[in-house]
T-cell receptor, first 115, second 113 residues
Framework: AQSVTQPDIHITVSEGASLELRCNYS??????LFWYVQSPGQGLQLLLKYFSGDTLVQGIKGFEAEFKRSQSSFNLRKPSVHWSDAAEYFCAVGATGGGADGLTFGKGTHLIIQP | DGGITQSPKYLFRKEGQNVTLSCEQNLNHDAMYWYRQDPGQGLRLIYY???????QKGDIAEGYSVSREKKESFPLTVTSAQKNPTAFYLC????????????FGDGTRLSIL
């Protein structure tokens, strides 16, 4: 079965600084990978997804992520964060065989933005 | 606009009481999911349904029940057997079962009186 690790529970970044959130997965084949964002008291919104092809994926709100097979990673990046980016971020993985129970989520990284 | 509607946003349960959380989608998605979210725990799968009149237990199904009588509806009942029901509950759907992107509702927060 696949699994996802987000090593950082909290990350604090100054407004305008660059951001990288880490995600490591465990899966035998090439996985389907996702990043979601959750504002307090809200549901999850899809930021971007990787299925195949170009390993650098562009998403909404200026986010991008890079799939690195050798490192089993799918880190999320943003060149300059805004105060509105403060939220919880979840990485998720889906099996290429498509298990019916859907995606496996990491435990999340809480992003704090300092003025 | 298409989306997923969860209601109510806040719900309170008395001891020994069953409560039902509503989830409706107008995205014409086949698959639907229920997750429980606790602080620091991420999302844990309670039940999922691939198609109408079919559903399967997830990782933490004990104390919960579901039905899928219509494609657009997937209500979750938190029974009195669930001894620690206080949590944030999220409903999601995907066009097909499996590794497709999931769309989420805005959640229901359940608390014990």
């Amino acid at each position: 079965a696949q699994s996802v690790t987000q090593p950082d529970i909290h990350i604090t970044v100054s407004e305008g600084a660059s951001l990288e959130l880490r995600c490591n997965y465990s899966y035998g084949a090439t996985p389907y990978l996702f990043w979601y964002v959750q504002s307090p008291g809200q549901g999850l919104q899809l930021l971007l997804k990787y299925f195949s092809g170009d390993t650098l994926v562009q998403g909404i709100k200026g986010f991008e992520a890079e799939f690195k097979r050798s490192q089993s990673s799918f880190n999320l990046r943003k060149p300059s964060v805004h105060w509105s980016d403060a939220a919880e971020y979840f990485c998720a993985v889906g099996a290429t065989g498509g298990g019916a129970d859907g995606l496996t989520f990491g435990k999340g990284t809480h992003l704090i933005i300092q003025p | 606009d298409g989306g997923i509607t969860q209601s109510p946003k806040y719900l309170f349960r008395k001891e020994g009481q069953n409560v039902t959380l509503s989830c409706e989608q107008n995205l014409n998605h086949d698959a639907m999911y229920w997750y429980r979210q606790d602080p620091g725990q991420g999302l844990r799968l309670i039940y999922y349904s691939q198609i109408v009149n079919d559903f399967q237990k997830g990782d933490i199904a004990e104390g919960y029940s579901v039905s899928r009588e219509k494609k657009e509806s997937f209500p979750l009942t938190v029974t009195s057997a669930q001894k620690n029901p206080t949590a944030f509950y999220l409903c999601a759907s995907s066009r097909l079962p499996g590794n497709q992107p999931q769309h989420f509702g805005d959640g229901t927060r359940l608390s014990i009186l």
